[in-house]
């Protein structure tokens, strides 16, 4: 049976723990120039519905790097600008390809692909989730601290995709973690009583500073997300007491890293001191997309 990545709670316990292994294997393998082959002969669709530096270029080196090939499908590439159903463009393309890759809008448009495709469909970010960022994320963590358990992993910021892909990550792995979101956005409050009725230990508050104190990890994202564009004004005001600063860093243990999985707006949600700081790893996050999802398309696709 064909497996997808819609969210993380497709992917066991277990399963996320191999697949970082794997992309640590793979990461090592890279640098010596030896890459496997697992997806010769194979070709991926990737259907990007809004703009992306990492998600698509990460993808479409990696897809190479393991013999296969790719076919990017942009805003107005596909018939689905023109209201051919998502439906009925998974099994066209399902008869053609080897996987299909998509970002886009409503999380409802993935779960439809999937549902159609008999080929796996991986989530290159949607409204709700960006499984790939997290999980690629966690591998960043892992090389830090020889570990992605017992930590503390703090969310400060947007209540969005990445903050509902952080939960998810915590529903599957002994993390504790702690947002702190601006009362009105919230995650999914789906996501937050499944962690509840879990008794998992992640915290929602509207405190930074209780959020990252005692924390080794310290996340945001920007203040308004692709297809938010209108609101971003606005939430600028609500958001600034969740900028990620140097004087919030001090509240934190001296190992805390800064992660941001790009882009970033310096001076609103980060400032250009930490970004470009000592603590910050966003170059080894972005890096880690291509060998986390080198290591989920061999799985699913190869
Ligand atoms: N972090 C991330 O997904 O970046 P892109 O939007 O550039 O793909
Ligand atoms: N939350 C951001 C992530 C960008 C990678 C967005 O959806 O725009």
Redesign the pocket.
Known sequence: MKRDLLTILDLTTAEILALLARAAELKAWHRQGRDPKPLAGKTLALIFD?????????FEAGIAHLGGSSIYLGRNDSQLSRNEPVADTARVLARYVDGIII?TYGHEIVEEMSRFASIPVIN??TDSH?P??VLSDLLTIQERFGRVTDLKIAWLGDGNNMANSWITAALRLDFALALACPPGYEPDARLLALAQKASRPIYLGNDPVAAVQGAQVINTDVWAS?GQEEEAQERLQVFYPFQVSSDLLRQAPPEVVVLH???AHRGEEITEEVLEGPQSLVWDQ?EN?LHLQKALLEWLVG
Do not use: N
């Not at 809004?50 to 990460?58: A, E, L, N």
């Open positions: 809004k703009p992306s530096t990492r998600t698509r270029v990460s970002r290159g970010l960006h790939c960022q692709m999985c790009l882009p972005a997309r």
